[in-house]
């Protein structure tokens, strides 16, 4: 059941403050994903795969919505089909992670 599952913004407060402002101000439904999205632990596809996973393993993401600031890709969004719900969260700032993942 999710609602057993943590809050993907209580695990990663600082992750999911930078996502709403980098979204702003035309995150729209994005933004107002964010805090209730849940956290299903990081991604398992591969050893090299660090994605936080908001969705059950394995959902679809054919889409991404990158987060920049200035000319620098932060965050990729990953979403489903339709393009409306955050599926994975991908860090390429290279903020490490690790450890609130772990406790959770």
């Known amino acids: 059941m999710t609602a057993d599952l943590p809050l993907?913004?209580?695990v990663f407060p600082e992750l999911a403050a930078?996502?709403?402002r980098l979204l702003e101000p035309d995150g729209g439904?994005?933004?107002?994903?964010i805090p209730t999205l849940r956290y299903y632990g990081v991604c398992t596809c591969?050893?090299?795969c660090h994605n936080l996973l908001t969705s059950p393993q394995g959902s679809p993401t054919p889409y991404i919505c990158p987060l920049e600031e200035g000319d620098e890709v932060?965050?990729?969004?990953?979403?489903?089909?339709t393009g409306?719900?955050?599926?994975?969260v991908e860090v390429l700032d290279g903020r490490d992670l690790r450890e609130a993942a772990r406790r959770h």
């Open 29 to 33: 439904a994005l933004s107002e994903q």
């Open 8 to 10: 993907f913004a209580e």
């Open 18 to 20: 930078d996502i709403l």
């Open 74 to 81: 932060l965050i990729w969004l990953n979403l489903d089909p």
């Open 84 to 88: 409306t719900a955050i599926v994975d």
């Open 46 to 48: 591969s050893a090299t």
